[in-house]
Antibody
């Protein structure tokens, strides 16, 4: 069973860049079966899909974040990462990494526990 | 505001059945059979409970079932147990601006 673990700073200053990494264990990040995804939940709000990367490097981003967002993958380290530039308080959220089944759209079968990122000076 | 609409809270007594609705549109739930449900307990990773409207992953209790009618999907928990207390979220594939949309979540309380 695949396991996912997010890591990264819990506090980011406004206008700076939020950077998170997700480590994949118990399975291959180079699997044909999955898109590696980021999802967030702002305080008191529902879940928001951020985007995904396939192991080949192809990506798909939420249009509302696309201008500030980069998702990358390092297959040698079994990790994929999120970088969100020019953050504001509205980017404060619990960030989850998850695996989306390619053949079952919008089906996330494994999730990390999530990491809270607060944007504040 | 979430793309899919769920009731904020649903409650029931032990042993009863409850149903959580997830209402979308013809852009998502109404057109595609890619509706999933997740259980989320505080401090834990969300867990997939139902996928493709009504399929259960291995290891998920058969007390959990899913269905869909028109633009509304539903998750039913039968034989409600204390361990079922959690937040539940639905998701769907969508042909709108983002391919994945979520509901706002429903808090299930066992009375």
């Amino acid at each position: 069973q695949v396991q996912l673990q997010e890591s990264g700073p819990g506090l980011v200053k406004p206008s700076q860049t939020l950077s998170l990494t997700c480590t994949v264990s118990g399975g291959s990040i180079s699997s044909d079966d999955y898109y590696w995804s980021w999802i967030r939940q702002s305080p008191g709000k529902g879940l928001e899909w951020i985007g995904y990367i396939y192991y080949t490097g192809s990506t798909h981003y939420n249009p509302s974040l696309k201008s500030r967002l980069t998702i990358s993958v390092d297959t040698s380290k079994s990790q994929f990462s999120l970088r969100l530039r020019s953050v504001t308080a509205a980017d404060t959220a619990v960030y989850y990494c998850a695996s989306e089944i390619r053949d079952a759209a919008a089906t996330f079968d494994c999730w990390g526990q999530g990491t809270l990122v607060t944007v504040s000076s | 505001q979430s793309a899919l609409t769920q009731p904020a809270s649903v409650s029931g007594s032990p042993g009863q059945s409850i149903t959580i609705s997830c209402t979308g549109s013809s852009s998502d739930v109404g057109t595609y059979n890619y509706v999933s449900w997740y259980q989320h307990r505080p401090g834990k990773a969300p867990q997939l409970m139902i996928y493709e409207v009504s399929n259960r992953p291995s290891g998920v209790s058969n007390r959990f079932s899913g269905s869909k009618s028109g633009n509304t999907a539903s998750l039913t928990i039968s034989g409600l147990q204390g361990e079922d207390e959690a937040d539940y979220y639905c998701s769907s594939y969508s042909h709108s601006s983002t391919p994945v949309v979520f509901g706002g979540g429903s808090k299930v309380t066992v009375l």
